[in-house]
């Protein structure tokens, strides 16, 4: 059984940068597409970077281009997720996944618990 365990959210000022990490563990991880999502109060879950598991092509929401990086590191069986010139409207609870097909939130297979971030002055 898969496990993803996220870290490194937490409280920042609009601008700071952070980065989030997500270990893996129970499944091949260079055999799976990974992502973000995120999930705000009230709000819909939302897919946030993809990174495919062979090219590796990536996938960013339009509203954190050229702000966020999504990586993975196949030794270390980690993603990552940099953040930079974080916004209030970031503030939300950040899951990494990972999907053999598409990474969406009805194909991703593994989930983890989600990490805290927060954006406020």
């Known amino acids: 059984q898969g496990q993803l365990v996220e870290s490194g959210g937490g409280l920042v000022q609009p601008g700071d940068s952070l980065r989030l990490s997500c270990a893996t563990s129970g499944f091949v991880f260079s055999n799976y597409n990974m992502g973000w999502f995120r999930q705000a109060p009230g709000k819909e879950r939302e897919r946030v970077a993809a990174?495919?598991?062979?090219?590796?092509?990536?996938y960013y929401l339009d509203s954190v281009r050229g702000r966020f990086t999504i990586s993975r590191d196949n030794i270390k069986k980690m993603l990552y997720l940099d953040m930079n010139n974080l916004k209030p409207d970031d503030t939300a609870v950040y899951y990494c996944?990972?999907?053999?097909?598409?990474?969406?939130?009805?194909?991703?297979?593994?989930w983890g618990q989600g990490t805290q971030v927060t954006v406020s002055s």
């Open positions: 990174i495919d598991y062979l090219t590796p092509d990536t």
């Open positions: 996944a990972a999907s053999q097909t598409a990474v969406s939130i009805s194909e991703s297979r593994y």
